[in-house]
């Protein structure tokens, strides 16, 4: 079923239930949020990413060998 489909199926319920399915798709859109602000969740810049990541490929190759194996 396509979100249209489902759309048009919600528009059809009584106002009640739209009010249910509102609460619900808003809920799932806080959560969602909650996630990606979560405290202590840190990104880091792209640039600094590869730097770093090709810092501990290097010095540490010999046991990414092994681990490939």
């Given at each position: 079923m396509?979100?249209?489909?489902?759309?048009?199926?919600?528009?059809?319920?009584?106002?009640?239930?739209?009010?249910?399915?509102?609460?619900?798709?808003?809920s799932l859109?806080?959560?969602?949020?909650?996630?990606?602000?979560?405290?202590?969740?840190?990104?880091?810049?792209?640039?600094?990413?590869?730097?770093?990541?090709?810092?501990?490929?290097?010095?540490?190759?010999?046991?990414?060998?092994?681990?490939?194996?």
């Amino acid at each position: 079923m396509s979100a249209m489909e489902v759309i048009e199926k919600i528009k059809l319920l009584p106002r009640e239930e739209q009010e249910r399915v509102s609460t619900f798709v808003k809920s799932l859109m806080t959560n969602d949020e909650a996630l990606r602000d979560e405290p202590g969740v840190r990104y880091m810049d792209v640039s600094k990413a590869k730097t770093v990541s090709a810092e501990i490929f290097s010095k540490h190759a010999g046991l990414f060998c092994k681990l490939a194996n």
